[in-house]
């Protein structure tokens, strides 16, 4: 991880725990990465590997009532973003940061036009009036490949098509020009060629209007072409933070051999292995987080277990003393 005032964005040892009666669950494990302006980062991992947890917590939009920090710290332009108050979040939010998410009926609300959510967020973040906001509403529908925007602003979210309703959902989380945008897993719910359309936007409009982008995802093959970096996530652990070149030319971590493994579009990518054809699963699945036992948490399902890796915690450590790549796993000490 890099350290520095230069940074948008610091995670340092931040852990993140449920409250229950008897023993509160640890699901966030001392995460540490740091993200610069106008980076793009992926956090890839399967399904309860804590990466939308990790996304949430970046915006402090978990459930307090649900779960509590343990640990560490989340900076945000070098202020932390877990002391502020609710008003200084919402300050941040939709202003400063911004969030889109798979579906986007989750964050547009149905009984308003598009153009009226857009406009609301307008006026509340940057103060504009209603003529001004009407105009920005239809530059930013069209700046998000909207056709006949001056009629589609007055649509209602149900009356646009899937790949429709997330591109207005992006054009309002973009309204303000956020520094950062974080996407989280955007195109699961839509059509292949929708996803690449909505791919392209995210990476289009993050280079005309320079923000950070952390896309949050599932599926590692996406990551190719929008991100700069990938942070490699299980059972609540960082396992590998690499550049994106270095990741799919020589992927460290076992877990992240497995995922590019069972990628179907091998050819695309520019691991060794890129010749072969057959799809590899990775067995087993991700075991729930309060039934891990000691030691290496992915050691169940890993090829190349040792008898260390059923004792001990790998910590996650910088690959030939390097900041750039790190990696969590016995292989590499
Ligand atoms: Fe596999 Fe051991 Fe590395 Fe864990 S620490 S990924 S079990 S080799």
Not at 95 to 107: D, G, H, R, Y
Not at 138 to 163: D, M, T, W
Not at 292 to 304: H, I, S
């Amino acid at each position: 991880m890099l350290n520095g005032p230069d940074n948008l964005l610091e995670l340092r040892d931040f852990s993140l725990t449920l409250k229950r009666k008897k023993t509160p669950l640890p699901l966030l494990k001392g995460l540490s990465f740091s993200l610069r302006p106008g980076e793009s980062m992926a956090i890839v991992g399967e399904s309860g590997c804590g990466k939308t947890l990790t996304a949430r917590s970046i915006m402090k939009l978990y459930d307090e009532r649900s779960f509590e920090v343990s640990g560490g710290q989340i900076l945000f332009k070098g202020r932390d973003i877990l002391g502020l108050s609710e008003a200084e979040l919402r300050g941040l939010r939709g202003k400063q940061m911004a969030m889109i998410f798979q579906e986007p009926m989750t964050a547009l609300n149905p009984v308003f036009t598009i153009g009226d959510q857009i406009e609301e967020a307008l006026s509340l973040h940057l103060d504009m009036g209603k003529k001004e906001s009407l105009m920005r509403a239809v530059e930013l529908l069209e700046q998000v490949g909207i056709p006949e925007a001056e009629y589609r602003i007055h649509s209602y979210p149900h009356e646009l098509s899937g790949g429709m309703r997330q591109r207005a959902m992006i054009a309002m989380a973009i309204s303000c020009n956020p520094t950062l945008l974080i996407a989280d897993e955007p195109t699961t719910a839509l059509d292949v060629t929708v996803q690449a359309q909505i791919m392209e936007l995210l990476e289009r409009l993050r280079e005309e209007i320079g923000m950070a982008l952390i896309l949050v995802t599932h599926d590692l093959g996406i990551v190719w072409s929008v991100a700069e970096r990938v942070i490699i996530m299980y059972a609540g652990y960082i396992v590998e933070n690499s550049p994106v070149n270095d990741l799919f030319k020589d992927p460290l971590h076992p877990y992240t051999q497995g995922l590019l493994r069972s990628i179907p579009q091998q050819d695309v990518y520019k691991w060794k292995d890129k010749g072969r054809r057959r799809l590899d699963p990775i067995p087993g699945n991700v075991p729930a987080m309060d039934q891990l036992g000691p030691g290496c948490p992915f050691r169940p399902r890993c090829p190349k277990e040792m008898k260390v890796c059923k004792e001990i915690l790998p910590p996650l450590t910088g690959v030939n003393g390097s900041d750039l790549r790190e990696v969590r796993c016995h292989l590499y000490p």
